[in-house]
C-alpha cells in the first residue's frame, strides 16, 4: 500500500492500517511505528481511533512493549497518543518517542539514556606548563579562574576524540589523545541526569594559542605550580587529588587507560574502542590488533 | 499571585503573567520555566498567546534560551508551544523538555544525555569458575549461549553499585566490586545514543544461585575455559579479548581502576565515585580520604 493510500480515510481498511502499515516487530516481543512524515497532516480524531484498533490487534497478537515515533511536524497526534494511555519515553530535536505496555504489571522496557559525557584535558608542554583556559559563561565566569579545556562528548562522537576537538577548538593548540587518566561519575548534574567525567592527558603537537571567542575568555600555558596555587584548586580536595594524579602520570608512571581500537565481532563493521591498562602486554591484541 | 489567580483568563495581567509567573533565570542567560501541574488545564489558544507575548519579552530583556517543561498531563500545550517555535529537548515519563532560541545564529543550548551505560560483572570463584548466565530475551535467547552477568546503569546509580546489583538480581549471589578492568564506547547503539559498557570485576561472598526467573533462563558456576571454548565467545574477538583481561587480572597482576569515594567541595554533600588506577600510592588522598 502506498503511503498516499492511507490517507485515504473514508475507507475503514486504510484508517485500520494506517498505523500498523509501519509497525515493525522487535526481538523483546515488542513493535515499533515510526509514522511517515508522508503521511502529514494526519487528522488527531482519525489517528486516536486508529491507535486504539491498533492496540486492539496488538492485545491479540500477545505484543508487550508499543514504541511510537512522532516527527515534531506531527505534534498534533501527541495529545490522541497520551490520551490512548502512551506516554513520554524520550526526545530528540526533530521526534518524540512514546510508549505503550500491553501486559499487565510493570513494563520492562529499557530507560533513556541517563548519562552525558564529558572531559577535562590534562595537557603539559616540555617547560612543565599547563594548558589552561578562563571561560565566558558558566558558574566561573568573570572569577579569573584557569582550569583545564573541559567540555562535552557529542552523540556519536569517541571520548579520545572529543578530547582532542575540544582542545583545539577553544585554544587552536593540536594535540593527541595518550590515556584517560580517571574518570568520575555524579548524578542529578543536569536535571534528573548523571554524568560521568573523564580526565584525559594529551600530548601538545603545538604550541601556538588561539582562544575561540565565543566561549572563552583567554587561554596560556601556565606553570603547574601557579595553576595548582589557585585558591579555588586549593579549596577543592578533588581537584588537588586530580592534580597529584596528573603529576604522577608525568613523573611516577601512573597509568591510566588508553584507547584500543576494536570491533564487536567479524560480521560488524562498527568501529569502537576500548580503553584499558597497556602498561604490560596481554596478548597481541593491543593497539588496534583486535579489529578482525 | 496564587496559582489559581492565573486561571482567571479574562484579565489580560493575568494571561502575561501565565508563564512568566513561573521562569527563572539561570546563569547562562536563559530562562527556565516549569508549568505547574496546579494550573491545569490550560486552554491551549490562551497559553500559545501568553507564550507569544512572553517571548517578546525575554527578547526585549536580552534572554538567549528558553526551557519549557510541560508535565504529561499538559500535553494539549505542546502543539502550541511547536507552532511558536519551540522545539523537543527531551523527554522523561512524566514531562516533556522544549527549548526555544531568541538570538540570531545558531543555539549553544547543552545537548541532551548522549549515552546509556551499562556493565558485564567477571566474577571467579577460587576454583577458576565464573559466574554465567542464559538470558530469556534479546539476540541470544534461545542459544544456549553463556555471559557474564549483564545490566544497565540505573539514572542516579553507580557503576559500582549497579554491577554489585545486577549480579544480585540475576543469580542470587552476593558479590563486591573490585575494579573496572576496560569500558568501551560504541555509537547508535539504542536509536541515535552511544552506549558506554564497563567490564567490572567483582569478589564474590556467597556461592549459592538464586536464578531470577523473569529475565535469566539458566545460571552457573561454570569453568572458565568451558566458557571461553563457545562457538560465540569464540567467534569474537573482542570477547576474547577481554577474556585475556580478566585471567591477566587473576593471575598476572593488570591494573583497572578502583572506585574512590569523592566529594566535589567542601560546601557540597553530593557523594561521587572516582575511578583510577590505585596500584601504586598517589598521595593520602585514596580509600576514600579525599572526602573532604
Redesign the interface.
Known amino acids: 500500500m502506498s503511503a498516499f493510500g492511507n490517507r485515504v480515510f473514508g475507507e475503514e481498511i486504510n484508517e485500520k492500517s494506517l498505523i500498523t502499515a509501519h509497525a515493525v516487530n522487535d ?3 515488542g513493535v515499533t511505528v515510526k509514522m511517515p512524515l508522508a503521511l502529514h497532516p494526519i487528522d488527531a480524531a482519525v489517528f486516536g481511533s486508529a491507535l486504539r484498533s491498533s492496540i486492539s490487534r496488538w492485545r491479540q497478537q500477545g505484543k508487550k512493549g508499543i514504541w511510537l515515533n512522532l516527527p ?1 511536524e506531527m ?2 497526534l ?2 490522541a497518543a ?1 490520551k490512548e494511555g502512551f ?11 512514546l510508549i505503550y505496555w500491553i501486559p499487565r504489571g510493570a513494563h ?1 522496557l ?8 564529558g572531559i577535562g584535558a590534562f595537557i603539559m608542554n616540555e617547560k612543565r606548563e599547563l594548558l589552561v583556559v578562563q571561560e565566558k ?3 566561573l ?1 568573570g572569577k579569573g579562574v584557569w582550569k583545564f579545556p573541559t567540555g ?8 579520545c576524540a572529543a578530547a582532542e576537538r575540544e582542545v583545539k577548538e577553544e585554544t587552536g593548540i593540536d594535540a593527541e589523545f595518550v590515556e584517560v ?8 548534574s ?5 554524568d ?1 567525567f573523564f580526565v584525559c592527558m594529551l600530548r601538545p603537537l603545538s604550541f601556538d594559542i588561539q582562544k575561540q571567542d ?2 572563552i575568555e583567554a587561554a596560556q600555558w601556565i606553570p603547574f605550580e601557579e595553576y595548582a596555587a589557585q585558591p579555588y584548586v586549593q ?4 581537584m ?2 586530580i592534580n ?2 596528573c603529576l ?1 602520570k608525568i613523573d ?6 588508553s584507547a584500543v581500537p ?5 560480521s560488524s563493521d ?1 568501529r ?6 597497556t ?2 602486554s ?2 597481541a ?1 593491543q593497539q588496534g590488533v ?3
Chains 1, 2 share one sequence.
Do not use: C
Open positions: 526481538q523483546f516481543g515534531i505534534v498534533n501527541v495529545e497520551v506516554w513520554y519515553h524520550h526526545a530528540e530535536p526533530k521526534y518524540l518517542m520492562t529499557p530507560a533513556n539514556a541517563s548519562h552525558r559525557v559563561y558558566g558558574a565566569r562535552t562528548v557529542e552523540e556519536g562522537e569517541d571520548i587518566l580517571t574518570f568520575r561519575q555524579t548524578h542529578k543536569f536535571f534528573e541526569k548523571s560521568l565565543s566561549e579549596k577543592h580536595e578533588l588537588k587529588f597529584k594524579l604522577a611516577s608512571g601512573y597509568s591510566g587507560f576494536a570491533t564487536s565481532s567479524s562498527k569502537s574502542y576500548l580503553y584499558m591498562n602498561t604490560k596481554y596478548g591484541a583486535i579489529n578482525s
